[in-house]
T-cell receptor
Framework: NAGVTQTPKFRVLKTGQSMTLLCAQDMNHEYMYWYRQDPGMGLRLIHYSVGEGTTAKGEVPDGYNVSRLKKQNFLLGLESAAPSQTSVYFC????????????FGSGTRLTVV | AQSVTQPDIHITVSEGASLELRCNYSYGATPYLFWYVQSPGQGLQLLLKYFSGDTLVQGIKGFEAEFKRSQSSFNLRKPSVHWSDAAEYFCAVAPSSARQLTFGSGTQLTVLP
């Protein structure tokens, strides 16, 4: 039972490059989330989805786009990476809403130089 | 909007000693409250949650937390800390819609032998 899988685990980008982070869950969860974690700031919500084909902005959505074409996948895109986007990115999913508790992936460490 | 404050950035305790991690929230209605734990290089894991009812909730790994409405607090406790409890701990709050969690900035726990 894989749970939530994030790929890649590590990535170094040059400023201005684009990339997509993939999150896949095999638990048939409705809700999925992307957070970024920065030292001393906890986790901040970037975007989330309450079901296939839906997305919504979180606390820090600027510079990111997301898509949820399939229920099990939630993609996070950076169109033009900036050094301020250097962070650890976590994907999470939950059965119906946050009250069921999140299942987290192990994270993607992204460095933008 | 809801917010969560964890006033202690770093706490050090000796193995076998008791532990209390502080969490204060700001939210107009009765909140849904959570504690998560993050081991190094890992995603977050749910320790316990409070929705309503008994203000003392039990979680995994011997942790408990007490909801105090008058103090807007949800402190995490453990009677006797083990070396394996060394990790970062996050308090989180969900609004009544429960669509997403807002996390505190975290408390890093170091356990001395």
């Amino acid at each position: 039972n894989a749970g939530v899988t994030q790929t890649p685990k590590f990535r170094v980008l040059k400023t201005g490059q684009s990339m997509t982070l993939l999150c896949a869950q095999d638990m048939n969860h409705e809700y999925m989330y992307w957070y970024r974690q920065d030292p001393g700031m906890g986790l901040r919500l970037i975007h989330y989805s309450v079901g296939e084909g839906t997305t919504a902005k979180g606390e820090v959505p600027d510079g990111y786009n997301v898509s949820r074409l399939k229920k099990q996948n939630f993609l996070l895109g950076l169109e033009s990476a900036a050094p301020s986007q250097t962070s650890v990115y976590f994907c999470a999913s939950s059965y119906r809403n946050s009250l069921y508790g999140y299942t987290f992936g192990s994270g993607t460490r992204l460095t933008v130089v | 909007a809801q917010s969560v404050t964890q006033p202690d950035i770093h706490i050090t305790v000796s193995e076998g000693a008791s532990l209390e991690l502080r969490c204060n929230y700001s939210y107009g209605a009765t909140p849904y409250l959570f504690w998560y734990v993050q081991s190094p290089g890992q995603g977050l894991q749910l320790l316990l949650k409070y929705f309503s009812g008994d203000t003392l909730v039990q979680g995994i790994k011997g942790f408990e937390a007490e909801f105090k409405r008058s103090q807007s607090s949800f402190n995490l406790r453990k009677p006797s800390v083990h070396w394996s409890d060394a990790a970062e701990y996050f308090c989180a709050v969900a609004p009544s819609s429960a669509r997403q969690l807002t996390f505190g900035s975290g408390t890093q726990l170091t356990v001395l032998p």
